[in-house]
Structures are given as C-alpha cells and as structure tokens.
C-alpha cells in the first residue's frame, strides 16, 4: 500500500521557518516526480515545486521562488520542503503528491494527507 505521510507544519510568525516533510512507503520517490501544492481556505489549489526523479532539479513557483527549496533523501525515502522568510499568505494545506512520468498531463498518482502551515502577521 502506497502512502505518503506529510509532517512538520504548524503555526510560525511572519519571518519565520518550517520544514515539511514527506515520507514515502509502498513506492519509490527516485521513481516518481514529486510536488508540493498547498491549498489556502476558500482558494483554489496551487502549485508550489516540483522535483524531477531522473535529475532531481527543481521548479518552484513564482510566489516561494528564493524563499523555499525543495530537497530528498533517497535514503529515506522522503522528500522536504524548507520554507524561509514566511509569509501571512503562504497560510494553506501543504500536500505532497508523487507523479510517474507517463502519467496524464495534471494528473497525480498518489497524494499525501496534508499538513497545515499558519503564518501569523
């Protein structure tokens, strides 16, 4: 059975640091493209990085761009989400997501549970 288990949010002041992470059992994450999105209350879900798993090079959204960095550990088979510099809107439901390169454009093979991150002004 595939899961992928988000950790690390909670409630930080604007300024402030998290690292999210997601644990992966029943696959392989060198095997899959993974991404973040978040979704913020009564806002659509967003995209926020994404890693590729033949190079491991990163893509982030304009709005985290030089503020998070997106990193695996092969080894454990996770992968994180290091968020400096946070903002009031960066407030949402982080959620991981594992893609396999064939997959349909926008479609997701597996996804996380969630881990909410506040930013208080």
């Known amino acids: 059975q595939v899961q992928l288990v988000e950790a690390g949010g909670g409630l930080v002041q604007a300024g402030g640091s998290l690292r999210l992470s997601c644990a992966a059992s029943?696959?392989?994450?060198?095997?899959?493209?993974m991404v973040w999105f978040r979704q913020a209350p009564g806002k659509e879900r967003e995209f926020v990085a994404r890693m590729s798993r033949r190079t491991a090079g990163t893509y982030y959204a304009d709005a985290v761009k030089g503020r998070f960095t997106m990193s695996r550990d092969n080894a454990k088979n996770t992968v994180y989400l290091q968020m400096n510099s946070l903002k009031p809107e960066d407030t949402a439901i982080y959620y991981c997501?594992?893609?396999?390169?064939?997959?349909?454009?926008?479609?997701?093979?597996?996804w996380g549970q969630g881990t909410q991150v506040t930013v208080s002004s």
């Open positions: 029943g696959l392989t994450i060198s095997d899959y493209n």
């Open positions: 997501a594992a893609r396999l390169d064939y997959s349909p454009p926008g479609h997701y093979n597996y």
